[in-house]
Each structure stands twice: as structure tokens, then as C-alpha cells.
């Protein structure tokens, strides 16, 4: 427990002392303070967006339903939402070709100049043809998100399979086991390591590109506040909602990080 609490404390030592500097050269008026607020007035900005617009009315609903309601909530939960949509399409067609690909040579051959011509284009790049396919709203989002997710999980699911270690293999077929099981039970469990890093980095570029598409397509979400801040020039709440999006994914990299400690105790020799 203690050194969990020392690790916790050096992890927030440089931050602290950054805040505090800031906040030093902002109050004696080296910089602009409409330009670079103070860290306690972009705190009490983020107060505000996270607080309901509205008083509270019990005939509208319950306490809780009324404190969901403020801007920040919203907006957040608008973001995850096409994360999730579009880290799960991307995945979804990734990790199967990645899988057939690292398997099948066939397959690898096949599809490889393909996957390494589209592979260096960044999801941004996307943005003028979404629109046009898709119009504006949701959809454009989950395409580009699905783009941003999608290369990250395949490359590391096929460099995953076909790494495997050759002493597995042959080890498998002198024992006779046939082409699916050797999959299964040794192919695939052996890339799972690689699935799992793949989907984590997966997920983390998944998240910088909702704030893009956010910015572009839809009313609503952290990229969208953060692009309505800047036509008004309230440079605090931009600041907000930047940190409010670093808290977000410091908060899912440490999920995806705990899920994958979780799912490989077996690998690190934790189980039985």
C-alpha cells in the first residue's frame, strides 16, 4: 500500500508544481490573462460546465437526472458514446482479417499492399470524403473514429500471429494437433499480448479523433465546446475542455491497462 501511495505522490508532484508556476506567472501579469488564464480561473470554468444550467424542479425529475444535466456531463457522454461505436466497427473488422492474414499467407499476400497503401493516411484526411458519404451528425464520426481504431488493432493482431514463437508450433504439430486447434489453443493465445496493445492504442486514437470529427460534423461533444470557446474567445473554457478530454483518457487508458493486466495474469505467470 505505501508504495502505491509514494508512486501516487511522485506522479502528482510535477503536475502540482507546474499548476502552482502557472498560476505565479499569470497573477504577476507576465502574460496575457485572456490569452493564458490562471489554473484557478479555468477551475472555476469547469465548475461552471459541469454545474446544471437550469435550478433545480422536483416536478421535472429526480436530483440525480438534474445533476447529469450540466453541459460537461453531456458533452462527455456524447463523446465516449462515438468512441465506443466507433472503437468497437473498427476493431470488429479488424481483428478477423488481422487473424486470417497472420494465419493464411494466402490471405497476408492478398490483402498487404492494400492495407500498407491505406495505412500512412491519417483519419483527418478522411474528413472531406465522410462528409460527403455521410453528411453531417454521428455517422462521419463513427467512420472516422472506425478509421482511427481500425489500423492500430490490425497491425498488432497480424504482427501477433505471426510472431508466434516456431518452437510452439512444431512443438504442437509432433503432438499431432490439427490446424484449428493449433489456432486456438497456441496460435491465438500466444497473440493475445500483441490483440490486447493493438486495442489499447487502438482505443487512445480512437479518442483524438472523435475531438477532430467533433469539431467538424456534429453540435455537441468536448470537441465542439472546445471549438464554440474559441469563436468567443473564452480561452478558459478551452482550457476546461482540454483537460476535461486528458481526464478522459487518462481515465480509459487506465481501464484498457487494468483490463489487460486482468486478462493476461495467465502470461505473466499470475494463475495457475
Known amino acids: 500500500m505505501k508504495p502505491r501511495f509514494n508512486r501516487t505522490v511522485q506522479g502528482l508532484l510535477v503536475p502540482i508544481v507546474l499548476l502552482v508556476l502557472w498560476e505565479a506567472v499569470v497573477r504577476a501579469g507576465l502574460v496575457n490573462p485572456h490569452l493564458l488564464p490562471a489554473p484557478s480561473q479555468v477551475a472555476v470554468k469547469w465548475w461552471e460546465y459541469l454545474l446544471p444550467t437550469q435550478p433545480f424542479e ?7 437526472a438534474w445533476w447529469l444535466s450540466g453541459d460537461l456531463i453531456h458533452d462527455a457522454f456524447a463523446s465516449l458514446y462515438r468512441v465506443l461505436i466507433g472503437f468497437l466497427v473498427g476493431a470488429g473488422l479488424a481483428l478477423p482479417l488481422g487473424l ?10 492478398f490483402f498487404n499492399p492494400l492495407v500498407q497503401l491505406l495505412r500512412p493516411i491519417p483519419p483527418i484526411a478522411f474528413i472531406p470524403l465522410s462528409i460527403l458519404w455521410f453528411g453531417l451528425g454521428n455517422p462521419p464520426a463513427f467512420f472516422l473514429i472506425a478509421i482511427g481504431a481500425f489500423f492500430p488493432v490490425l497491425i498488432n ?6 510472431n508466434v514463437d516456431s518452437i510452439y508450433l512444431r512443438a504442437a504439430r509432433n503432438l499431432g494437433v490439427g490446424r484449428m486447434t493449433l489456432f486456438t489453443r497456441v496460435i ?3 497473440a493475445t499480448p500483441y490483440i490486447l496493445t493493438g486495442a489499447r492504442i487502438g482505443i487512445g486514437t480512437a479518442f483524438i479523433v472523435v475531438i ?8 455537441d461533444g468536448l470537441g465542439y465546446r472546445i471549438l464554440e470557446a474559441r469563436e468567443y474567445m473564452w480561452s478558459d473554457k478551452i482550457i476546461a475542455g482540454m483537460l476535461s478530454i486528458g481526464v478522459l483518457g487518462l481515465a480509459i ?9 486482468h486478462l493476461l495474469r495467465w502470461h505473466r505467470g499470475l494463475e495457475s
Open 253 to 261: 487508458d487506465l481501464g484498457m491497462t487494468r483490463l489487460n493486466n
Open 58 to 64: 422536483p416536478e421535472a425529475g429526480s436530483r440525480l
Open 100 to 109: 486470417l492474414m497472420g494465419a493464411n499467407d494466402r490471405v497476408y499476400h
Open 188 to 190: 491465438l493465445p500466444a
Open 212 to 219: 477532430v470529427a467533433e469539431m467538424i460534423a456534429v453540435n
Open 157 to 162: 493482431t497480424l504482427s501477433g500471429v505471426r
